[in-house]
């Protein structure tokens, strides 16, 4: 089994920065792309960025110059740097990561539960 838990949410006001967590563990062989998702109330979940295991990153064009992901491969986790946080960035975040788990033939995407990050005007 492989789990994903993150960390990092909370309230701050527009302008601030969080930095978000997400450590994977568990029956891991490897972790190919791993990123991270938003949902907000009434919306759809949304990428916000992902990075390859090679260090490579998309973001959505919401984002692009305000949050930066990372990931530390020796530490199976990843990093959602948010900067100049809007009241729009507030949703429940979530991390993915394709994760190829020990005695299995191929990577399988898992969920973490998600955290509530909450920006206020």
């Known amino acids: 089994q492989v789990q994903l838990v993150e960390s990092g949410g909370g309230l701050v006001q527009a302008g601030g920065s969080l930095r978000l967590s997400c450590a994977a563990s568990?029956?891991?062989?490897?972790?190919?792309?791993m990123g991270w998702y938003r949902q907000a109330p009434g919306k759809q979940r949304e990428l916000v960025a992902a990075?390859?295991?090679?260090?490579?990153?998309n973001y959505a064009d919401s984002v692009k110059g305000r949050f930066t992901i990372s990931r530390d491969n020796a530490k199976n986790t990843v990093y959602l740097q948010m900067n100049s946080l809007k009241p729009e960035d507030t949703a429940v975040y979530y991390c993915?990561?394709?994760?190829?788990?020990?005695?299995?033939?191929?990577?399988?995407?898992?969920w973490g539960k998600g955290t509530l990050v909450t920006v206020s005007k």
């Open positions: 568990g029956s891991i062989f490897s972790i190919n792309a």
């Open positions: 990075i390859t295991s090679g260090g490579s990153t």
């Open positions: 993915n990561a394709d994760v190829w788990a020990i005695a299995t033939p191929r990577g399988v995407h898992y």
